[in-house]
């Protein structure tokens, strides 16, 4: 089934420099005395990855991020993403604090795949091993087998298939598909997308690659099979910023949420990347390639957190015990089967 979800404006936080300054000098000084981390995405703003980088914490996608808060030793994390994320690395440390600059940071997937009609998709298919994404609450996790993410799906499918094993598969039906399509495994899809990557456009991206033939095509699975069929290269935002350093073009075209290029442009200094093209202009476009929900981990909101105490990812205890079952059991996955 596929549910309607409504996207927010991007707002973005306008600090001048001496703001900027001086909010980067409490934050930094609010993560020593709190014993605390910054674990943050790649699509979060520049300023912030910057900052995580430059004190201890991390910058990533989410299955690193996913891993971090458990090997290092901080009694705090300060997850700088989506929602999913901060339940994620609550559900692997349930005792450390977990607190989130945005708590209202949604994921048109997650919001896409409420609990209830996840359930009852469930009990249709009752033979099906259920597979989720990572960007799903804590809440359709406890109904899954696996979760997976960008960077681990092929394999944990090819892995069970290979068992004889039949998916039911939520809630991305683009990244299933595109699983599907490598595996060639028995699965059954929710209808759900990511607001941000359904955006780019394949018509326009054939005329790009016209203007720019030297280009290789970089793109995320969550993008529809058609702006899939013209990449060069798939994977997850790890993925593709290595791919960025090491496949032999002075060119890229990128289809993923642009708050990569700060990482991409240190993986791959001097190499041209471009923002692969969306539908609509303006006031039609529906993003415009951002994540709306990513942008709203502003700096002075980590401050605000580390001061306050507020925005902390609480979860109740069978929901901690049944949703980690399907990452341990990923993260156990790759340590033994690592890429
Ligand atoms: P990655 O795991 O590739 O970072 O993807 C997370 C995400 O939300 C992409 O839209
Ligand atoms: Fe979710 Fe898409 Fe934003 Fe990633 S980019 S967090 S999948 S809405």
């Known amino acids: 089934m596929s549910v309607a979800v409504e996207i927010p404006p991007t707002v973005r936080e306008e600090l001048s420099p001496l703001e900027q300054q001086r909010v980067l000098a409490r934050v930094r000084l609010l993560l020593q005395e709190q014993d605390a981390v910054l674990v943050a995405h790649y699509y979060t703003e ?43 690395a609550k559900l692997l440390n349930p005792e450390k604090r977990v607190l989130m600059p945005a708590i209202d940071a949604e994921c048109s997937l997650d919001l896409g795949c409420p609990p209830q009609p996840f359930a009852d998709f469930c009990a249709a298919h009752p033979d099906r091993t259920v597979v989720v994404y990572a960007n799903t609450s804590a809440a359709i996790k406890a109904r899954a087998d696996w979760m997976v993410t960008s960077g681990s799906a092929e394999a944990v499918v090819a892995h069970l298939a290979g068992q004889g094993k039949s998916l039911l598969w939520a809630p991305d039906k683009y990244l299933g598909d595109y ?85 991409m442009r240190q993986a791959a200094p001097g190499k041209r990347l471009l923002s692969a093209p969306v539908a609509g202009r303006g006031a039609t476009c529906r993003s415009c390639a951002f994540c709306p929900w990513m942008a709203m981990n502003h700096l002075s909101r980590v401050a605000h957190v580390l001061e306050s105490g507020e925005n902390e ?12 079952r399907p990452i341990h059991r990923l993260l156990a996955f790759t340590a033994a089967h690592p890429a």
């Open 179 to 263: 699983v599907r399509r490598c595996t060639g495994a028995d699965m059954e899809l929710w209808d759900g997308s990511c607001v941000v990557h359904e955006s780019f456009n394949s018509l326009e991206l054939e005329r790009m690659r016209q203007r720019y033939p030297e280009a290789l095509v970089l793109v995320h699975p969550e993008s529809s099979p058609q702006v899939i069929a013209q990449a060069d290269y798939v994977g997850s935002t790890s993925g593709l910023i290595q791919a960025a350093r090491e496949l032999h073009s002075d060119t890229f075209i990128v289809a993923t949420e642009p708050g990569i290029f700060y990482k």
């Open 313 to 324: 990812i609480r979860l109740p205890a069978d929901i901690i015990e049944r949703a980690s």
């Open 46 to 88: 520049p300023g912030l990855q910057a900052l995580a980088e430059d004190t201890g914490g991390c910058v990533s996608d989410s299955l690193e991020m996913a891993r971090f808060g458990s090997r290092n030793p901080a009694r705090t994390l300060v997850v700088c993403g989506v929602r999913f994320m901060g339940e994620t």
